[in-house]
Each structure stands twice: as C-alpha cells, then as structure tokens.
C-alpha cells in the first residue's frame, strides 16, 4: 500500500462483511458458517452444507428432505441449454467454456419472476447436469438423465458413468464438495457479489463467476499436481527429479498457497479423505507414490526456501482425491465450480440483503491536456 491507500489487486482491502466463511492464513484457519472446517466437511452431505450457508443454520430432517427434493426437480435442463451443449461438442470446446456459456442459458428452467431462493435452487440443481452432460456428449455419448434416487453428489457421477458410485467414493466425493464450498471474497465470489450488487440476477452472477474461475490465476492447477506424481513414477526417483525442478526454479505444484502462510487446512481434510477412499476403493500403490512424493517434496522445500514455509495446499490432495474417484483431468475445475457455486450463491443472497452497489475508486495516472486544432477548423458535425 502506498501513501494514498492504493493496494494493488485490492489486496488486503476489506470490501464487504459476512458470515460464510473466515480465512486465517497465518493460523491455517478455516470457518465455513462457524464450524472449523475440520469437523463438518466429512460429516455433513453437500445439501447440508449449502442450507447451512443459505441460510445461517443446519436444516432439521424435513427441511434437509425438502431442500434435497427441490434439487432433485431441478436438475433436467431446458432443450436450448442441451441443444447449445451439442453445438460446442461438435465444436471440442473446453468444458469450462461450455458450462460458462449452458450456464448463462439457465433462465430458461427458471419461472419468470421467480426469487432469490428458487433462483439459486434451480441453478445450483442444473450445473452438475451440464457438465455431466457437456462430458458425455464430448465423448460421442448420449446424456444420462438425472437419478432422483440419488444425492446431488452421487447423481453427478452417476451421469458421468451410469453406474452409482460405492459408498467410498460417494462419500469421499462429498467431502471435497464439502472443503472447496467457499473461502473468502476471493476473485471468483467478488464477481458474483459485484454483479449482485447492481441488483442484477442470480445467472449473470454465477457465469460471471464462472468466467472469473476460468482464469488460470485463480481457476488453481490441481491437474498438474498430478502430473507431476506420475511423471516422477517411483518413490526413489522423487528426490533426484524434485531437485532437479528446484534447480531449474520450477514451482513444486500442489505445494504453498497466496493466503496459507501454513499448511492449507483443506489439504489436511481430503488427505483423510484420500486416505478412506484408497484403502476402501482406490490404486493404493498410486496413493503411496503421492505421500512419498509429498514427504521429498516437503523437506527439499524445507531445506531450499526455508524463509518461504511452503505447505502441501489444497491442489495436491484434490488431484489424488478425484483421480481415485476415476474423474477425468479436464473436468477438475468443472468440478470445483459445482461445488463453489452454492458457496458462490450463499454470497449473492448474502449480498442481495445488503443491498448495497459495491463500486471502487481509482486513481487516475493519465496526462493533462489541452485540446488544439488547427487555426479556423469548424466544430465536428454529425459525428
């Protein structure tokens, strides 16, 4: 920050105040509506998860029955959201880019006038469909239609693959869903609250989010995270090629985080996740591969950028978790956006309540001038 106040990125600007989540960086802390992520993430279903940050308290039985059946009516999507889903098949977009775009279609399966809360609900039901969908018909095949039988987290693998997923993976999967709910205003959420901040509608607010995670900045890198373990293969080949990375000034991906000064508390979350999953229904020789490369990953760290206290974050055990669950790389960050948009959502009924136009000052650098022309010259007409 500068002498005037200006803090490049906003960094460490306070912009609005909320009761959805808090990011303690310093301490590794992280609240999701009070509760320490630790003890609610592998406990709650992701229903529960987004009432209690909709509407500030866990729902009783009935109300968590309504709110799974509400969900459950909403997941079909509108023949223009499906026919533009074929269109940018035959066309190999990227799924990120196609569910951006299906998203901004969803209006189409809203009620007109409908509220806030329908909104959210109709929305947050549609997404998974879309990227389910957008997947299959990438892969020559025809959709799966949602399974009402199911939760919002297993019906999304089941219309990856058309089979219910076990227990173990089903479980895992909602834990994940669970950890990356929300964190903070960052860039992806202030998009959506600015645009609800114009008391604009929910869909322009979750694609202008969409558009915002995209970005390779924010959107995170749990892909080669992976990568990495797999091009190193063997536990005794981690040390001689992790510092040979460091040598070249490679960044060590899936390790050290912009706000966890650290280790990430959601990375500690789904490595017990991780650890239930592969011991129940996973490659276990491929779990060992990961540890062994996280344990030479974080002494050469240690030892090489000691002033840096790099951490495991939550990019290196979210790329394990999904592998184990057979997801496809390309979908990692289609995936992440399912479950940030309750968190996405929760924001926008947050902002919509108060109500206020969240608009920033900027300092001008520009010159001053003087506008000349030539001696006689008329004023401009017509344009």
């Given at each position: 920050?500068?002498a005037?106040?200006?803090?490049?990125?906003?960094a460490?600007v306070i912009?609005t105040?909320?009761?959805?989540s808090h990011?303690?960086?310093?301490r590794?802390e992280?609240?999701?509506?009070?509760?320490?992520?630790a003890?609610?993430?592998?406990?709650?279903?992701?229903t529960e998860?987004?009432?209690?940050?909709?509407?500030d308290?866990?729902?009783?039985?009935t109300?968590?029955?309504?709110?799974?059946?509400?969900?459950?009516a909403?997941r079909?999507?509108?023949?223009?959201?499906?026919?533009?889903l074929?269109?940018a098949?035959q066309?190999?977009?990227?799924?990120?880019?196609?569910?951006?775009?299906a998203?901004?279609?969803?209006?189409?399966?809203?009620?007109?006038?409908?509220?806030?809360?329908?909104?959210?609900?109709?929305?947050l039901?549609?997404?998974?469909?879309?990227?389910?969908s957008?997947w299959?018909?990438l892969?020559?095949?025809?959709?799966i239609?949602?399974?009402?039988?199911?939760?919002?987290?297993?019906?999304y693998?089941?219309?990856?693959?058309?089979?219910?997923?076990?227990?173990g993976?089903r479980?895992?999967?909602?834990?994940?869903?669970?950890?990356?709910i929300?964190?903070g205003?960052?860039?992806?959420?202030?998009?959506?609250?600015?645009i609800?901040?114009?008391?604009?509608?929910?869909?322009?607010?979750?694609?202008g989010?969409?558009?915002?995670?995209?970005?390779?900045?924010?959107?995170?890198a749990?892909?080669?995270?992976?990568?990495?373990?797999w091009?190193i293969?063997?536990a005794?080949?981690?040390?001689?090629?992790?510092?040979?990375?460091l040598a070249?000034?490679?960044?060590l991906?899936?390790?050290?985080?912009?706000?966890?000064?650290?280790?990430?508390?959601?990375?500690?979350?789904?490595?017990?996740?991780?650890?239930?999953?592969?011991?129940?229904?996973?490659?276990?020789?491929?779990?060992?591969?990961a540890?062994?490369v996280?344990?030479?990953?974080?002494?050469?760290l240690?030892?090489?950028k000691?002033?840096?206290?790099?951490?495991?974050?939550?990019?290196?055990?979210?790329?394990?978790?999904?592998h184990?669950?057979?997801?496809p790389?390309p979908?990692?960050?289609?995936?992440?956006?399912?479950?940030?948009?309750?968190?996405?959502?929760?924001h926008?009924?947050?902002?919509?309540?108060?109500?206020?136009?969240?608009r920033p000052?900027?300092?001008?650098?520009?010159q001053?001038?003087?506008?000349?022309?030539?001696?006689?010259?008329p004023p401009?007409?017509?344009?």
């Amino acid at each position: 920050m500068d002498a005037n106040g200006y803090r490049p990125g906003l960094a460490g600007v306070i912009a609005t105040e909320t009761r959805l989540s808090h990011v303690d960086g310093e301490r590794g802390e992280l609240l999701l509506a009070g509760f320490p992520l630790a003890e609610i993430a592998g406990r709650a279903t992701f229903t529960e998860m987004s009432y209690l940050l909709w509407n500030d308290r866990l729902p009783t039985d009935t109300e968590r029955a309504d709110f799974e059946a509400a969900l459950a009516a909403h997941r079909a999507l509108p023949a223009g959201t499906l026919a533009l889903l074929r269109e940018a098949a035959q066309a190999a977009v990227p799924p990120m880019d196609a569910l951006r775009m299906a998203a901004a279609s969803l209006d189409l399966a809203l009620v007109p006038d409908a509220d806030d809360a329908a909104q959210a609900t109709a929305i947050l039901a549609a997404l998974p469909t879309i990227v389910a969908s957008y997947w299959r018909l990438l892969q020559g095949e025809a959709p799966i239609a949602p399974n009402g039988a199911l939760g919002h987290a297993a019906n999304y693998l089941y219309m990856l693959s058309g089979e219910p997923p076990s227990d173990g993976r089903r479980r895992a999967f909602t834990t994940y869903l669970n950890t990356i709910i929300d964190h903070g205003l960052n860039a992806s959420t202030f998009t959506a609250r600015v645009i609800v901040s114009t008391r604009s509608d929910f869909v322009s607010a979750i694609t202008g989010a969409l558009g915002a995670l995209k970005g390779p900045l924010h959107g995170g890198a749990p892909g080669p995270a992976l990568e990495m373990v797999w091009e190193i293969g063997r536990a005794e080949r981690a040390e001689t090629i992790l510092r040979e990375k460091l040598a070249r000034g490679e960044r060590l991906m899936g390790f050290g985080h912009r706000v966890y000064k650290v280790r990430d508390p959601r990375a500690d979350v789904l490595a017990a996740a991780a650890q239930q999953l592969f011991a129940a229904d996973g490659d276990r020789a491929q779990y060992e591969l990961a540890l062994a490369v996280e344990a030479v990953a974080l002494r050469l760290l240690a030892e090489q950028k000691p002033e840096r206290k790099l951490q495991t974050n939550v990019e290196f055990y979210t790329a394990l978790l999904l592998h184990g669950i057979e997801l496809p790389v390309p979908l990692f960050t289609p995936t992440f956006a399912l479950g940030r948009a309750a968190g996405w959502l929760a924001h926008c009924l947050e902002q919509r309540q108060q109500d206020k136009l969240i608009r920033p000052s900027s300092r001008y650098v520009g010159q001053r001038r003087t506008l000349r022309f030539a001696q006689g010259r008329p004023p401009t007409q017509n344009g």
